[in-house]
Each structure stands twice: as structure tokens, then as C-alpha cells.
């Protein structure tokens, strides 16, 4: 009852005129303390050039929110990513300015202040450089940075917000470092694995049955999906493939021994962060299990890790089970993280 | 004694202004001089222009609509090629509207080698193009001259019109992309030989001529016309072999 009292005030508050958005936006912020990580999860390693205030990332989510970053003002970072869905979309590629489709499965953010490069092949060595992407590729945004700067620069609200987050004009800066800011916040660590570590009653009997064959020398699947964020952050050949037109690693390293290789995605939330697989090929997490089950295409670079497993209908239901249990409702349905706001 | 500490002070207040110019056996303020470069934009012995014809080494006729590229003059070098005179790492982002460039000021001396390249040094490649003031050669430019999928600048930018069946005619789909960038394909280019003097606040030009016939020496329009780098990776470093005849003395 509480939650829905604090709830309709945000409402209430984000409702008002331009002057108090911000305050709002603050208010929004403060009603989920953004400094709750979980106690399992390592310190983030913010930037020295990008600390984080309530004012940027109160700035930074406007801006996640907002589709005048795309050329023909179509698309927004929340039209590909879905805070519903752990920040992914549901479709195999998203569609871009000018209804473009992009080329690889747009991953889910929770937990990006972790990851120690971005994107699929690890193109982008931090978050604040991975911004200028999304917002150029002629697939996705189709805009230009200089271009995008120029436009902002003459809402005045946000040229308020810019001076009282970095105490300079909006600009290309102002820009990255504000939206890095606010994905940062994108923490998801509250799931029934989480929470079952302290009441042994939370997961079921099957799901239990799935962590035991997850962490298990017959599935072996912690050998990649590690730590307290289930991915070892390495690039690996999951052999989901026999011919990948997209090469993946390579494309950014230029060698052969990098073929077919993407980064091991986080499993946190992966129930619901399907379709699968770097062209989201895999419709369910059925068929991603199916895939392991026979032990992978066989495609010439499959990292060895992928061999035959030997399952029985009740083991794959159980692990099954067990990844529906990663689900981290809270961070799902968490308000802080929606801008009501019609921009 | 205090007349002795004052007339201390003054000596060596005397003898540190003199240490500076000691070239300058007058002491007077010598000022630095200014570096410029003036480019000239060519297309073989052609003057440069958008939408005007020029034919590759193979016959194709081909027409420029974006011609913007990275000069990189990491210095100056003495005659032996090895003495720094200057060593003021500068880029500078060139298209065919640009005529003039302040590369510095300096004390004047006796100019002679210029060091100079085709794109960004693997340094400044990887840095954020976010962080330099809007204008600089490394901000974000528009169009845009930098990868964000894999962070890092686009050395040349080629594009234009190929006239590929010969029919004289560039029709719709007869165009070519030539988008070359990475590390390995950044190429420093012969030093040039300017023997320039830069005087007592002067400023000294260095006539310089941009051959934008060279970035496509030996490359068959008609078939070799799309590079995005990684996708034609053989093409690109085609054109990377050809970024140290781009630039001569004019």
C-alpha cells in the first residue's frame, strides 16, 4: 500500500510543469536508493570524469527516454531495450530510425557498470564510448553526434539540467557521460537465487534439482556463466551456428581463432530476455537447451566447453526451473528506472 | 648591503631575461613566428571538384561527392632527420574546402623536414572523440569521420560516382565507398624537405598539394569500389599503401 501511496506521488510530482521535472525526476530517483547493491556484488569502478549524482543520471535516463536522439526523432534507447524485459528486446533485431533493421540481438543492460568491454565482440572498451554507437550506426539511430548536439542545445530544459549535472552546456560530453550515468544504475541482483541463499524455502524442489545440474559436472554451464553475474565475460564459439555470417570477435580482432566468438551473456533475467543468441536466432530458452543438449553445431571453432550432454526431460525442466528463478522482478517493475514523462 | 642585495637581484633578473634570447646579442623580446600550411587540392595535374569528371587508372570514369581524410605532422626534423625542431603531435581533419592550417608557433629557426601521415596515430585513435572541444579535428565531426561499433577514427573517407559499364552515365547504384581506417593501416608518408625560415614573429607558409588521385593509385573503380575496412579488408589496406603519395610540396 505504501509503495502505491509513493507511487502515485511520483506520478503526481512527474506530472507537474517544466520547471519542477527535475525535481521530480530527483524524487523518482530517491524513492529507490540507487545505492543498494546487492551485498555479492563487487564496487562498481566509476570514471573519475563521470561520478554519479541524482542530477546526471536524472539527465541520463531523460535522455535514454527521449527520441529525438535518432535522426528522423522515431526511436529512442527504450525502443530497443525494455525495462520489462531486463533492458533487451523481443524481437531477433530491432528496428531503427527510418524502420531499418540492425544486425545483431540487442542486449540486455542490467548490470553494464560490470562488464569490462561492451558489445557483442567487445568492440568498446567503456560505457561512455559505447553511447556514440547506437546513435550513429545508420541501422539503429542513424544520427550524428555534432549533429545531435546541436539539436538538444536549443531545449533549454535540458541546458538547465546539463549546468546543474556537469556545470557545462550540453554537448557531446554532457551527452555520454550523462546516459553511461544512468545505465550504471541498471542494477539487478534481487532475483529468487538471490534471495534463496538466505531462505533455503524460496526455490522449489525442480529448481533446486536445475541449480544442481547448473553448477554440476554433467551440464557444466557455470563454466561460463560465472560469479554473480553468470558470464565469465570472455568470447566464446557457442557453436549456435555452422556458418556465422556474422563473425563476431573477429570482426573487431581480424583473426580466424576470434571466428564465431561473442561475449557469454549474463543468464540474470534470461528468461526474459529472448529471442537468443547474437541474431536472436534462438526463439526460447528451449532451443537454447536443445542446442547444449547435442552439443552445439560442431561448427570448426565451437569451444570445447560445448559437448554432448546427456539430459533427461525432468533435467532440462529443472534447469529450466532454475534459470526462471534468475528473474529479478523488483529491478523489472522498478519505477526509477521509467521516464513517464511524453518527450 | 641592501643596495648590494638590490643590485644582486637585478643581475640575476638581468642575466635570466638575457638566457632566453641568447641568440639575440641585443636582448630585445623576440617573438615566436607561425607555421601555416597551405594546401592545394588536385586530382592528378587537375584542380580538385565535387561532381566533376576524372578517370582511375583503368579508364573508369568517376565523380568526387565526399573527399575528408586525417593529416596527421607528428614535427619538424633537422636535416639529419632525426633532431626534433618541433615535435608538436597535431591532426589535422582535411577535405577539399580546406585550404589553410596553423600547425603552431615557434622560436624562430631554420624549418626543414616535415614529418607527416595519412590518419590518427593508434594513441589519439582509441581516445574518446567526446571529450575534445567542438571544432578540434578529433570531436565529433558531421558527417561523421569516427566507428563508434569499434572506436576509432575513419582515416579517409572516399565517395562518389563510378561510371562502371562505361555508358557514360553514373546511374543509381554506380557509386563507391572507400571508408579505410585502423591502426594498421595508419601510414606515415616520406618527410617532405620544406627548408623553410620561421622569422621574428612571421609567419611561414608551406605550399602543399593533396593528390586525391593518389588514395586510388592502381585501384579498378569499376570493381574495387566498397570498403567499410573490415568488410574489405585487402581494399583497405590497398588505399592505406597509397596514403604516402598524397601529400607532396606544391
Not at chain 1, 525442480?206 to 557455470?222: N, T, V
Not at chain 2, 577535405?95 to 590518419?119: F, R
Request: aromatic share 10%; proline share 4%; net charge negative.
Amino acid at each position: 500500500m505504501n509503495k502505491l501511496i509513493l507511487g502515485f506521488w511520483c506520478l503526481f510530482l512527474l506530472s507537474c510543469s517544466d520547471g519542477k521535472e527535475l525535481e521530480s525526476e530527483l524524487f523518482v530517483i530517491n524513492c529507490f536508493p540507487l545505492d543498494s547493491i546487492p551485498a555479492n556484488f563487487p564496487p562498481i569502478d566509476y570514471p573519475k570524469d563521470n561520478l554519479p549524482t541524482k542530477e546526471r543520471i536524472a539527465l541520463g535516463k531523460k535522455m535514454f527516454y527521449d527520441k529525438n536522439l535518432s535522426a528522423d526523432k522515431t526511436v529512442s534507447c527504450a525502443s530497443c531495450h525494455f525495462a520489462t524485459r531486463s533492458f533487451s528486446d523481443t524481437i531477433n533485431v530491432s528496428i531503427g530510425a527510418h524502420g531499418r533493421e540492425g544486425r545483431r540481438n540487442a542486449s540486455p543492460l542490467h548490470n553494464v557498470a560490470y562488464l569490462p568491454r561492451i558489445f557483442k565482440d567487445g568492440g568498446i572498451p567503456n560505457l561512455e564510448l559505447q553511447i556514440k554507437a547506437p546513435i550513429e550506426d545508420h541501422l539503429e539511430m542513424n544520427y550524428n553526434m555534432h549533429e545531435l548536439t546541436l539539436r538538444i542545445s536549443k531545449d533549454s530544459l535540458y541546458q538547465k539540467w546539463s549546468r546543474l549535472a556537469y556545470d557545462r552546456s550540453i554537448d557531446a560530453f554532457v551527452i555520454t557521460r550523462a546516459l553511461a550515468n544512468f545505465m550504471r544504475t541498471l542494477i539487478s541482483g534481487n532475483s529468487n537465487y538471490d534471495k534463496g541463499k538466505l531462505d533455503t524455502t524460496i526455490l522449489n524442489a525442480s529448481a533446486k534439482r536445475g541449480m544442481k545440474l547448473f553448477y554440476g559436472e554433467q551440464a557444466k554451464c557455470y563454466s561460463c556463466h560465472e560469479g554473480f553475474n553468470f558470464t565469465n565475460n570472455e568470447y566464446m564459439n557457442n557453436g549456435s551456428h555452422i556458418v556465422y555470417k556474422d563473425t563476431g570477435r573477429a570482426r573487431i580482432t581480424l583473426k580466424s581463432i576470434d571466428h564465431g566468438k561473442f561475449k557469454v551473456p549474463s543468464l540474470r533475467n534470461v528468461a526474459l530476455t529472448g529471442p537468443y543468441m547474437h541474431d536472436g536466432s534462438y526463439k526460447d530458452l528451449w532451443a537454447v537447451l536443445d542446442n547444449y543438449q547435442k552439443g552445439g553445431s560442431g561448427q570448426w571453432n565451437q569451444h570445447p566447453n560445448i559437448s554432448q550432454i546427456t539430459f533427461s526431460n525432468q533435467d532440462k525442466m529443472d534447469l529450466m526451473e532454475f534459470l526462471q528463478n534468475l528473474t529479478d522482478e523488483e529491478f523489472l517493475n522498478n519505477d526509477s528506472y521509467v521516464y513517464s514523462l511524453n518527450l | 648591503m641592501k643596495k648590494a642585495i638590490l643590485l644582486g637581484i637585478l643581475v640575476v633578473v638581468l642575466i635570466a631575461s638575457c638566457k632566453k634570447k641568447k641568440e639575440n646579442p641585443s636582448c630585445e623580446a623576440v617573438e615566436d613566428g607561425t607555421i601555416k600550411l597551405n594546401l592545394h587540392h588536385m586530382v592528378g595535374p587537375m584542380a580538385f571538384e565535387f561532381n566533376t569528371d576524372f578517370t582511375d587508372d583503368y579508364g573508369n570514369n568517376y565523380q568526387f561527392t565526399r573527399a575528408d581524410w586525417y593529416l596527421r605532422v607528428p614535427g619538424f626534423l633537422e636535416h639529419d632527420n632525426i633532431t626534433p625542431i618541433v615535435s608538436t603531435n597535431t591532426h589535422f581533419k582535411i577535405d577539399p574546402e580546406v585550404l589553410e592550417l596553423t600547425y603552431g608557433t615557434i622560436a624562430p629557426t631554420a624549418l626543414h623536414n616535415m614529418q607527416w601521415g595519412v590518419g590518427v596515430d593508434s594513441t589519439a585513435n582509441h581516445l574518446d572523440p567526446n571529450t575534445y572541444v567542438t571544432g578540434s579535428a578529433l570531436s565529433n565531426q558531421s558527417p561523421s569521420m569516427h566507428w563508434g561499433w569499434s572506436s576509432g577514427y575513419i582515416f579517409c573517407v572516399l565517395e562518389g560516382l563510378v561510371d562502371i559499364d562505361g555508358n557514360g552515365s553514373y546511374d543509381p547504384l554506380e557509386t563507391f565507398a572507400l571508408h579505410v581506417g585502423m591502426d594498421s593501416n595508419y601510414k606515415d608518408g616520406d618527410n617532405l624537405h620544406v627548408n623553410s625560415e620561421v622569422t621574428d614573429g612571421g609567419t611561414t607558409t608551406i605550399q602543399l598539394s593533396v593528390d586525391y588521385s593518389a588514395f586510388i593509385d592502381s585501384v579498378d573503380l569499376s570493381i574495387e569500389n566498397s570498403t567499410h575496412t573490415m568488410d574489405n579488408m585487402p581494399l583497405a589496406m590497398k588505399i592505406a599503401n597509397n596514403f604516402n603519395k598524397v601529400l607532396n610540396l606544391h
